[in-house]
């Protein structure tokens, strides 16, 4: 062996073990070992990114994380900073400013029982953790010199924990299942050695128009060992003995004899159909008490999907960015069908089939998507399926389904999701009941459109949908007078309209086409040639406040927000020259906010104005930047994995600047090489000579050998295999420096 060569009690010999382990280590790390579940979790070097360490399954229904803080709209279970756990919860929430559904949570305790969080906490150190996506364990101080150790692993809809005890007569498990002021049930059945129950609660409700009294997250706990004593309570007043409680803020308890260093197994299920679903789901997926066998195969299923990818020519910090990315963007949508059935939050009932949730379509429409149906196609007829039956079920393609629709953020872009699959050859779901859906977005005006100012997360409203459609039928544009948000809707639905025009194309549908083509122009009619930036406007036709209107943004957010036409928006500008000193003032002037997505494309518009260089440096600038192998490593919200999507494309030197073409527009490769196995069997590979820090230009691109002469590849290049070759160097050049698409009005039938 290696380590003979040193004389191992010298001290002089330690450094250069360390250094061998550390090598040893990277030679044979597979492609989990090399994500960082802190990236994102916590304040830190870039900002917060409002991630959590989820141990589950690729798209897993329920996700499992150590709890160090009350999860709710607004802020999630687990944050780098905080020293102390209260639990460790199966959650649905998938971004900090989405709530929880359907959750439950486990708390290994000792001593007398503790039914609040405060009460509750475990000291803890990161030092004591192991975060993967596969097994996450920690060792917590129980108080008195105690420490009791948890571990878990998980399926697609449940866990299996393992609680290590010291000496105790009082070892206990609490499960709780609903929060002060949420009602539900808890049930000890003592043949089965089970707890079961539900949990009712949806934290966004309020966000979105259905009740859903049907609604509920149901659970089956089951144990290993025989309990010494069980319990519940309700309103954390104990019931020593009793069985069931139904009633609000419940859980329930067991109590365990226990010697030195004594394991207790936990599995758990999780179901949004019913407890019987729920033990069904557990029986399916964790039949055994073998914790490691579940493990093991959950690590392999993560090294699959991760190991499409292999990188060459990165930095150790690079590597870690690139896999934990990967891993943020392979969570969302989250499956929410069970073995052939699901529960639709959008007309209560349960159905036959496969479902999805968690599309925060707002933010993940612009690369998140795209790269799913690259890593992921086998799941992309299922996905779009999901949202069409949204549709059908509740009257509308969702914005965010969290699991039901929530009226937050704007446009439908759902359409854009549509697009793109049939853009991109996808089938697997209905395209007639596709194009019904799309149409309804762009053609129907919400209920009670005229009566409501539709602000955002604005209460007591029904769905949003298109927000004005009553107005900008009439006008062409959303009045700022009568609509929130206005001039931001306006643009970003000129794009969708510019996606239903797509799918009606599929459809033989040309009339249509030309209908959709032609009204995604309208984005012209909010351009103000006195300011050279787009503008809100008012339904008699002046000009609104020009900070009034917009979502989440400014004027520099939003005046190059037409993902479909940018030719045209340049032209309108007044030309390239025009087009660059606004964009160079935007990016000087500190405007490009990469921690919101509308601004995600805008490093990539210099490729259409005939100065792609600047492309090149700007988004190699903005990924060494706004990312980073640390706890604050995310440049904002990672909103479903779209801020990590853009790190994948930018890294792999191209992006979907218009996700629906199916195009995509030269950047500047980080490695240099990354080979990418594509799941059909088939390996698209993109090198790049000559690349380091300071080479982020481009010299010139070969695509299978042909000399690449403008900044775009398709779909279609990436999905039949082939090979991309960048020349890379330290100085700018013209390379596709004479690229000049035509602008959609001049695509147009006469």
Same mark, same amino acid.
């Given at each position: 062996m290696i380590w003979n060569r040193f004389h191992l009690r010298s001290s002089h010999c330690w450094p250069t073990i360390l250094f061998l382990t550390v090598l040893v280590s990277a030679l044979f790390a597979e492609p989990v070992d090399r994500v960082n579940l802190y990236i994102g979790s916590g304040e830190g070097a870039v900002a917060y990114g409002g991630t959590m360490p989820f141990v589950t399954t690729p798209f897993g229904m329920t996700n499992w994380t150590p709890q160090t803080r009350q999860n709710k709209v607004g802020g999630v279970s687990y944050k780098y900073q905080d020293t102390a756990i209260t639990g460790f919860i199966g959650t649905h929430q998938p971004a900090i400013w989405m709530g929880d559904y359907g959750y439950v949570t486990i708390i290994p305790e000792l001593d007398s029982i503790k039914t609040t969080p405060e009460a509750r906490q475990l000291p803890f150190s990161h030092a004591d953790e192991v975060t993967t996506p596969y097994y996450y364990s920690v060792s917590a101080d129980a108080g008195q010199y105690r420490r009791i150790r948890t571990e878990i692993t998980a399926t697609d809809h449940s866990a299996i924990m393992r609680f290590t005890f010291p000496a105790s007569r009082n070892a206990n498990i609490v499960v709780e299942a609903t929060r002060p002021g949420i009602k539900g049930l808890v049930h000890f059945d003592p043949d089965k050695n089970e707890i079961s129950g539900y949990n009712p609660d949806r934290m966004d409700a309020g966000l979105g128009p259905f009740v859903l009294p049907n609604f509920k997250g149901y659970f089956v706990i089951q144990f290993s060992k025989q309990s010494s004593d069980h319990g519940t309570y309700a309103n954390a007043e104990l019931r020593p003995g009793a069985g069931s409680a139904m009633d609000s803020n419940v859980g329930a308890y067991l109590s365990f004899e226990t010697k030195g260093s004594e394991t207790v197994e936990v599995k758990i299920g999780t179901s949004f159909i019913s407890i019987d679903q729920a033990r069904e789901n557990l029986a399916r997926e964790i039949p055994d008490w073998n914790f490691d066998s579940v493990s093991t195969r959950l690590k392999q299923l993560w090294n699959d999907k991760l190991g499409m990818f292999s990188l060459e020519g990165e930095s150790p910090d690079q590597e870690k960015i690139f896999y934990t990315a990967l891993y943020h963007a392979l969570l969302y949508p989250k499956l929410f069908s069970e073995?052939?059935? $699901?529960?639709?939050?959008?007309?209560?009932?349960?159905? /036959?089939?496969?479902?999805?949730?968690?599309?925060? =379509?707002?933010?993940?429409?612009?690369? %998140?998507? +795209?790269?799913?149906? #690259? /890593?992921?196609? %086998?799941? &992309?007829?299922?996905? *779009?399926? /999901?949202?069409?039956?949204?549709?059908? %079920?509740?009257?509308?393609?969702?914005?965010?389904?969290?699991?039901?629709?929530?009226? =937050?953020?704007?446009?439908?872009?759902?359409?854009?999701? *549509?697009a793109e699959s049939i853009n991109k050859g996808f089938h697997g779901f209905d395209y007639k009941l596709a194009y019904e859906a799309v149409y309804k977005d762009a053609m129907t005006p919400p209920d009670d459109d005229t009566r409501h100012r539709w602000f955002d997360r604005e209460p007591n409203t029904p769905y949003e949908a298109r927000a004005g459609l009553t107005y900008s039928k009439k006008l062409g544009y959303i009045p700022d007078d009568k609509t929130a948000e206005d001039a931001s809707s306006t643009l970003e639905e000129t794009y969708d309209d510019w996606c239903v025009a797509q799918v009606a194309k599929a459809l033989g549908k040309t009339a249509d086409y030309e209908y959709f083509l032609r009204r995604s122009l309208n984005y012209k009619l909010l351009f103000n040639p006195a300011t050279g930036f787009m503008q809100a406007r008012n339904s008699d036709g002046s000009w609104a406040d020009p900070s009034f209107g917009w979502t989440e943004g400014n004027k520099w957010v939003y005046t190059w927000a037409v993902l479909h036409d940018i030719p045209g928006l340049m032209k309108l500008m007044g030309g390239a020259d025009k087009f660059n000193a606004e964009l160079d003032e935007h990016f000087r002037g500190g405007h490009n906010q990469h921690d919101n997505e509308p601004s995600h494309h805008y490093g990539y518009l210099y490729d259409y104005s005939g100065q792609p260089w600047k492309t090149q440096a700007k988004v190699r600038e903005i990924a060494a930047r706004f990312y980073a192998n640390d706890p604050g490593g995310?440049?904002?919200?990672?909103?479903?994995?779209?801020? +990590?999507?853009?790190?994948?494309?930018?890294?792999?030197?191209? $992006?979907? #600047?218009?996700?629906? +073409?199916?195009?995509? #527009?030269?950047? +500047?490769?980080? $490695?240099?090489? =990354?080979?990418? &196995?594509?799941?059909?069997?088939?390996?698209?590979i993109s090198t790049a000579v000559n690349n380091s820090e300071q080479n982020v230009y481009i010299q010139s691109v070969k695509l299978n050998g042909v000399p690449l002469t403008i900044p775009v590849i398709r779909y279609t290049d990436i999905v039949n295999g082939g090979k991309l070759e960048f020349i890379m160097g330290p100085a700018p050049s013209r390379w596709a420096a004479d690229w000049n698409p035509p602008a959609l009005a001049d695509s147009l039938p006469k």
């Open positions: 073995y052939g059935h $699901y529960y639709s939050a959008f007309d209560d009932t349960v159905h /036959a089939g496969v479902s999805y949730t968690a599309y925060s =379509i707002w933010d993940t429409f612009r690369a %998140e998507h +795209s790269l799913l149906t #690259l /890593a992921a196609p %086998e799941r &992309n007829g299922d996905m *779009i399926t /999901a949202l069409l039956q949204n549709y059908r %079920e509740g009257g509308w393609l969702p914005k965010w389904p969290n699991p039901s629709y929530t009226n =937050i953020m704007i446009g439908t872009h759902a359409d854009s999701l *549509i995310i440049d904002g919200d990672d909103d479903c994995g779209q801020m +990590s999507a853009w790190y994948i494309f930018t890294t792999l030197g191209f $992006y979907p #600047l218009n996700p629906a +073409s199916g195009n995509y #527009l030269i950047g +500047s490769p980080t $490695y240099s090489k =990354i080979t990418f &196995n594509l799941p059909s069997g088939k390996t698209f």
